[in-house]
């Protein structure tokens, strides 16, 4: 009964390749988010989907493209994977872009780039 | 200047002390305040949320606002090993997008 889930929790991976990151959830929520986590913590949002339309998208390198084919689903496709790539990403979903925006996150995708 | 800043950390602190975390912020826009914690491994949790100034408790836990000052606390209470996370500012505007301030890690040592 996992809220937000993700697939893979790890990947390691090569320079250059290119990768994907699933995410799902099952709160029948309008909206949903792609986060960067570095080291420092500092969460950073990539993205965001309002019922399978892109609504934010932030200063991300064109390597990184979203998908969204149903509202329940973003998946995030990576090209030419860098070493700055390294980081955490989570996705998160909530309802509707409100004053409250309560954001319900998935246990995050720990990427490696060698 | 990023739009939300806090203080420094981490931090580490024996079981039963008051632990106070701040962060200040530029947009004067915002006026939903919320506080995430983040255990190891895992991602964000909301932990409490406040419209506007003033004050919110919720058990050990307590939010400020001072809108004026553009500065928001959380304040922990009678500390427990099991508060040891990262704790993580967040505000919104009427909009709804959050935008988040760098985590701070909070150890308490038994």
């Known amino acids: 009964d996992t809220a937000v889930s993700q697939t893979p929790k790890y990947l390691v991976t090569q320079m250059g390749n290119d990768k994907s990151i699933k995410c799902e959830q099952n709160l029948g929520h309008d909206t949903m988010y792609w986060y960067k986590q570095d080291s420092k913590k500092f969460l950073k949002i990539m993205f965001s989907?309002?019922?399978?339309?892109?609504?934010i998208n932030e200063t991300v390198p064109n390597r990184f493209s979203p998908k969204s084919p149903d509202k329940a689903h973003l998946n995030l496709h990576i090209n030419s994977l860098e070493l700055g790539d390294s980081a955490v990403y989570f996705c998160?979903?909530?309802?509707?872009?409100?004053?409250?925006?309560?954001?319900?996150f998935g246990p995050g995708t720990r990427l490696t780039v060698l | 200047q990023k739009e939300v800043e806090k203080d420094p950390g981490p931090l580490s602190v024996p079981e039963g002390a008051i632990v106070s975390l701040n962060c200040t912020y530029s947009?004067?826009?915002?006026?939903?305040f919320m506080w995430y914690r983040q255990y190891s491994r895992k991602g964000p949790e909301l932990l409490m949320y406040?419209?506007?100034?003033g004050n919110k408790e919720d058990g050990r836990f307590t939010a400020q606002v001072d809108k004026s000052s553009k500065y928001i606390s959380l304040f922990i209470r009678d500390s427990q090993p099991s508060d040891s996370a990262t704790y993580l500012c967040a505000m919104s505007t009427n909009a709804g997008k959050s935008t988040f301030g760098d985590g701070t890690t909070l150890t308490v040592k038994p």
């Open positions: 406040t419209y506007s100034s």
């Open positions: 998160a979903s909530s309802q509707a872009g409100t004053g409250t925006d309560t954001q319900y």
């Open positions: 947009n004067s826009a915002f006026q939903y």
């Open positions: 989907y309002n019922n399978k339309e892109l609504i």
